[in-house]
């Protein structure tokens, strides 16, 4: 069964620091989508990507924060210069018509 | 605001019996999807309900769903210790984002 890969698993940076989480998406899908999850907290929309260009952002995804398709099958979130409270899971979403597929998720965490 | 809220936060029954929890949310939605997460796991989506439909089931799932009330509820029967996870309900409003709940954490003693 096809599934939405992540890496890395986990990622341990430096406050400052640029790091770039990885997806691959399942092949045929159309939207694209990351999410976050605060430990102990809800999941929460980022973004959302649709014909190479975001459809929708959320109050949460601001400069700092940039998303590429860089070719045909990965799918890229940037954070340029993380804060401690970007520390979460990050969670890469692909859908074809109604049902979102989600990856295994990145954990980030920001010292 | 945030849209589905699930309640109880937290559930606990014995092996074979069944477990219940609601969401409820605030604004019309297109679907209403029930998503699992094993402890600092991913998601795992289990079923999703149309706003035009009002009960599915899938397996062991049982879920409803009432527009007028803007609520659902997923029904697990006959638990086992692996349904203990996270249970979320997310609701889609349009084709390009959940809106995901607290969760509900569902724990099955054997």
């Known amino acids: 069964e096809p599934e939405v890969t992540q890496t890395p698993s986990h990622q341990v940076t430096q406050m400052g620091q640029e790091v770039i989480l990885r997806c691959v998406p399942i092949?045929?899908?159309?939207?694209f989508y990351w999410y976050r999850q605060i430990l102990g907290q809800k999941v929460e929309f980022l973004v959302s990507?649709?014909?190479?260009?975001?459809?929708?952002k959320s109050e949460i995804f601001d400069d700092q924060f940039s998303v590429e398709r860089p070719d045909g099958s990965n799918f890229t979130l940037k954070i340029r210069s993380t804060k401690l409270e970007d520390s979460a899971m990050y969670f890469c979403?692909?859908?074809?018509?109604?049902?979102?597929?989600f990856g295994p998720g990145t954990r980030l965490t920001v010292l | 605001s945030q849209q589905g809220e699930e309640d109880p936060q937290a559930l606990s029954i014995q092996e074979g019996e069944n477990a219940t929890m609601n969401c409820s949310y605030k604004?019309?939605?297109?679907?209403l999807q029930w998503y699992r997460q094993n402890s600092g796991r991913g998601l795992v989506h289990l079923i999703l309900?149309?706003?035009?439909?009002r009960e599915k089931h899938s397996g062991r799932l049982r879920v409803t769903l009432d527009t007028s009330k803007k609520s659902s509820s997923l029904l697990i029967t006959a638990s086992r210790a692996a349904d203990t996870a996270s249970y979320f309900c997310?609701?889609?409003?349009?084709?390009?984002?959940?809106?995901f709940g607290a969760g509900t954490t569902v724990t099955v003693r054997a």
């Open positions: 979403a692909s859908l074809l018509t109604n049902e979102q597929f």
């Open positions: 092949s045929n899908h159309l939207y």
């Open positions: 990507f649709y014909n190479n260009e975001i459809s929708e």
């Open positions: 604004t019309s939605i297109n679907n």
């Open positions: 309900i149309r706003s035009n439909e």
């Open positions: 997310a609701t889609d409003i349009n084709d390009y984002k959940l809106s």
